[in-house]
């Protein structure tokens, strides 16, 4: 057999993954907020990128010498109006005149509900304006009488004040540093141990308690027993306690009634950061002839224009082979990104409008109705790839009458039927699971195993295992723990 080189000639397909189809598919799984940052970076560095609505002046005609390519890509470039900004599954006409203008219980869908007009103001300013827990107390400080080493020591000490309000350090180790005597600091704290609010400053969890009983002249020895055996009161040992206090039933119950009315972490009353608000990027809303309306959120959603005029005016005047390369590079990549967003949109409402027929048991009557799904279930009915729903998934969030959702909450593993029937939803599930135990009864506490047991009446076919898995998942305490506590509170029903 002869070897050797030689030349040969094939034909083939593959897919090639550009640079513009690798930021398509960035832009798929970016959130409201990164996708918002990213196209003000875009608009930034490409002169022919502009925000708003539309154009209003005409598009002027180009000259002879330019080539007819770029009037065809301009005709290309922007979308032939706005977004189709509602998308159904069904025959039902879903134009966006028939949208219904509000919602269940009279909420718009239009876009989120802003309280207040200008005299309210924003509240996002209004926010930015709280106190920090250590402001609040440098502030009290400034207003006790003490001598400038205590307000030196105080100023350090309101340093180490946690979120929740304790002091998270050693006084003997503090006195080291600052290289004073310890009684100096322990005086400055017990100072700082009478600020606003109740508690704060403490080192345990009992020295906050103590210090808002004696706020409320309530510091007895009986609550002074009390609070020194907060673990036995854990574990409940109510009649070693009960001994220990010297007090009958009924002074034991009125004990743990001012106990419980108590803040163990009174400093998270202030804001430690910014709250984060979460923004919807669709609201769903059910029609009066009984199907949904999807749309997205026309807040959140970044709408950007090729400025085609100037364009022609720049491109006119351009005369060396660099400067029309550069120009096309921009006009090029303006086009995309204009494609790119609306592309964008439109996947989103048809990943979201399947999510809405197959789980329209939740939307209709809550989690307990929500169905078993995959990503490949909604992949296939869309022709689409299971990475793509992925991607439109991830940090996208619908608003409901039910509630602000992410759209992967609707995705769930599947539990087998008992009887061999419909799979159930684990969200379903779990969502059983804590109504057995919010209903049960102190007499009655539900061990796993008869949790389970009620499950498989309900047709529920769960392993013992997965039930503890979903309850510590739920950060319910277990049969035991669910028994002491409540023989403590003395409920006769109550959830954990």
């Known amino acids: 057999m002869a070897s050797g080189l030689r030349q040969v000639l094939r034909q083939g397909q593959q897919l090639v993954m550009t640079q513009q189809l690798q930021q398509a598919i960035k832009l798929l799984q970016l959130s409201s907020l990164d996708l918002a940052e990213f196209v003000e970076q875009q608009v930034e560095s490409n002169p022919l990128l502009e925000f708003g609505e539309s154009l209003s002046a005409p598009e002027p005609d180009l000259d002879d010498a330019a080539p007819s390519e770029p009037s065809q890509a301009e005709a290309e470039a922007a979308p032939e109006g706005p977004y189709e900004n509602l998308f159904t599954n069904d025959d039902r006409d879903l134009s966006p005149r028939a949208a219904p203008d509000e919602g269940p219980g009279g909420g718009s869908i239009r876009g989120p509900v802003r309280e207040g007009g200008e005299e ?3 509240p996002i300013a ?55 005597d310890a009684a100096l600091v322990e005086e400055t704290l017990r100072t700082l141990q009478t600020f606003d609010p109740s508690g704060v400053c403490a080192r345990s969890v009992a020295e906050c308690l103590a210090i808002q009983l ?39 119950a009125d004990m743990l009634g001012e106990l419980r009315s108590l803040d163990p972490k009174p400093g998270l009353v202030f804001d430690s950061g910014p709250t984060e608000v979460v923004v919807p990027d669709l609201f769903v809303a059910r029609r009066g002839d009984g199907s949904w309306a999807i749309e997205l959120n026309a807040d959140v959603l970044p709408r950007v224009l090729v400025n085609t005029r100037y364009y022609a005016e720049v491109r006119s005047a351009t005369r060396s082979k660099e400067e029309r390369a550069f120009l096309s590079d921009c006009f090029s990549n303006a086009s995309w990104l204009v494609k790119a967003l609306d592309q964008r949109a439109k996947t989103i409402l048809k990943v979201a409008s399947e999510l809405v027929r197959r789980q329209e ?9 929500m169905r078993p799904l995959n990503l490949r279930q909604v992949a296939d009915a869309i022709g689409m790839h299971e990475s793509t729903v992925s991607r439109v998934t991830a940090g996208k969030y619908l608003s409901c009458s039910r509630g602000t959702f992410e759209l992967k909450y609707f995705f769930t593993a599947a539990i087998a039927a008992a009887e061999g029937g419909e799979s159930h939803s684990a969200e379903a599930v779990r969502h059983r699971i804590r109504e057995l135990i919010d209903a049960e009864d102190t007499r009655n506490i539900l061990s796993d195993d008869r949790i389970v047991e009620l499950l498989r009446d309900s047709d529920i076919d769960i392993a013992r295992r997965t039930v503890a898995k979903y309850r510590e998942a739920m950060h319910i305490p277990s049969s035991v723990q669910r028994r002491r506590l409540k023989s403590v509170r003395g409920d006769g029903g109550a959830g954990v």
Not at 160 to 180: K, P, S, T
Not at 222 to 251: F, H, P, Y
Not at 361 to 369: E, I, Q, R, T, Y
Request: aromatic share 8%; net charge negative.
């Open 120 to 122: 309210g103001g924003d």
């Open 126 to 180: 209004r926010l930015a304006e709280r106190l920090s827990l250590r402001e609040h107390l440098g502030q009290q400080l400034g207003t006790v009488a003490l001598g400038p080493q205590h307000q030196l020591i105080g100023r350090y000490l309101i340093d180490l004040v946690d979120e929740a309000g304790y002091l998270r350090g050693d006084v003997a180790d503090i006195a080291d540093w600052l290289g004073c």
């Open 214 to 252: 004696r706020d409320r002249d309530r510091f007895d020895p009986a609550m002074q027993t009390l609070v020194a055996n907060l673990e036995a009161l854990a574990e409940g040992r109510i009649d070693w306690l009960k001994r220990q206090c010297g007090v009958s039933d009924e002074d034991f």
């Open 361 to 369: 048991g939740f939307f209709l009557s809550g989690v307990a109705h």
